[in-house]
């Protein structure tokens, strides 16, 4: 698989794994599937509550634990310096791992105003050898801003929405110019009506692949680092097999063209929506 590598040189697979609401048992396994068929980035958050689920999948799985890069998200709630330090520390024991790849502040929060204290208590753990590489979710360039002049720390990754109803070009060109990689969250919609997109069918018949095929191709010809979530072997595998397979230009303009300005999924705008 293709990779894209981050500023301080970790390189990231292509395409990842998502795995809100894998949880339990059925989530060992889920993961577990999409450990064997090829997924080598998977992405979990504190507040999924799965960080164990995933633990447990990569030590089930026999690949090794320095092959798998595994991604996890710091709760807005625990933004204070030390409390976002014990934070990852307790991200860790759930995921009974000795460190993390990535570990990213899940969403800025801005009315807490805590973003930068808890972007330097990342900064400490990745010194502490807690964490390989610290990024961002959900952050705008202004957030951004604000951490690399209090800090001079720049983000290896912004996690944001992404998919093609909403495309995020300035962010996706603000990222880029920070050399910052820009990874889709929900990049198949969350399986909601873009994946039915008459526009997306008709270059998917052109093409022969699928919807999620297409999408997740424009995705990676964007740039873009994309993480869908399957609880299907087939469909992991689907969701794997972009790489023999090209967008034309015309084909990407296409779809960068179904952007809408309110193509959110629900109303998460990260200036004013916190999650914590
Ligand atoms: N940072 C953030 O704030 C944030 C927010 C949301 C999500 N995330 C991360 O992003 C990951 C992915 O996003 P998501 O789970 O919201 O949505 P998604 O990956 O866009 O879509 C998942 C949905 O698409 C279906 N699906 C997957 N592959 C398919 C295929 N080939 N054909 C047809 N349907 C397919 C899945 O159904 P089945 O499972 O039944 O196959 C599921 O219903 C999450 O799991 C999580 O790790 C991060």
Do not use: C
């Amino acid at each position: 698989m293709p990779s894209l590598q981050t500023l301080k040189g970790l390189d990231l697979p292509a395409v990842g794994f998502g795995t809100y609401k894998l949880n339990g048992a059925s989530g060992v396994n889920t993961i577990n599937s999409a450990l064997n068929v090829g997924y080598r980035l998977i992405d979990t958050a504190f507040n999924y509550e799965n960080e164990g689920a995933v633990g447990e999948a990569v030590r089930r799985s026999s690949i090794p634990r320095e092959q798998i890069i595994i991604s996890s998200k710091l709760p807005g709630r625990h933004h204070h310096y030390d409390e976002a330090l014990t934070t990852i520390q307790e991200s860790l024991y759930r995921a009974g791992l000795d460190y993390y790849d990535l570990y990213l502040i899940h969403w800025p929060n801005p009315k807490e105003n805590l973003y930068v204290e808890a972007w330097q208590a990342l900064i400490t753990a990745q010194k502490l050898g807690l964490v390989r590489e610290i990024g961002v979710s959900n952050f705008l360039p202004e957030h951004i801003d604000r951490l690399i002049t209090e800090t001079g720390v720049i983000p290896a990754v912004n996690q944001i929405e992404l998919h093609p109803y909403f495309s995020e070009l300035q962010l996706r060109e603000y990222d880029q110019q920070k050399h910052i990689i820009t990874l889709a969250w929900s990049p198949l919609g969350r399986a909601s009506s873009v994946l039915k997109d008459p526009i997306i069918a008709g270059i998917a018949a052109e093409v022969q692949r699928s919807i999620s095929q297409v999408i997740l191709r424009w995705e990676f010809q964007l740039g873009v680092l994309p993480i869908p979530k399957s609880n299907h072997t087939a469909r992991q595998i689907e969701n794997l097999n972009l790489f023999d397979f090209e967008l034309s230009e015309a084909q990407m303009q296409t779809i960068t063209n179904l952007d809408r300005p309110n193509g959110r999924l629900q109303n998460q705008d990260p200036a004013e929506y916190e999650e914590f």
